[in-house]
């Protein structure tokens, strides 16, 4: 049984810094990719940034050069690095899984965290 626990979140103004982390529980496999994802109220949910087993990241257009994602093997924790935070980075961030490694289906999902930009 895999459970991801969001923490980190919180309210900051414009132009400045949080970090998120996910604590990661269960079996996951070595190939698993992680991702971060956010969902602001009456948008969709999208993906923010993804890091595979390789240490390959990838991020969302619109948080490249703000964001950075990193995987703490040793503590089992994914995090996210947040700096220079727009208003339209306001949302709820999610913390996924997914364990074939392929970074495309995201089959395991923490609660989520709030972060508010105002």
């Known amino acids: 049984h895999v459970q991801l626990v969001e923490s980190g979140g919180g309210s900051v103004q414009p132009g400045g810094s949080l970090g998120l982390s996910c604590s990661i529980t269960?079996?996951?496999?070595?190939?698993?990719?992680m991702g971060w994802f956010r969902q602001a109220p009456g948008k969709e949910r999208e993906g923010v940034a993804t890091i595979d087993s390789d240490g390959n990241s990838t991020y969302a257009d619109s948080v490249k050069g703000r964001f950075t994602i990193s995987l703490d093997n040793d503590k089992n924790t994914l995090l996210l690095q947040m700096n220079s935070l727009k208003p339209e980075d306001t949302a709820m961030y999610y913390c996924a899984a997914d364990s074939r490694g392929s970074c495309e289906s995201f089959g395991y999902w923490g609660q989520g965290t709030q972060v508010t930009v105002s």
């Open positions: 269960g079996s996951l496999t070595g190939r698993s990719c």
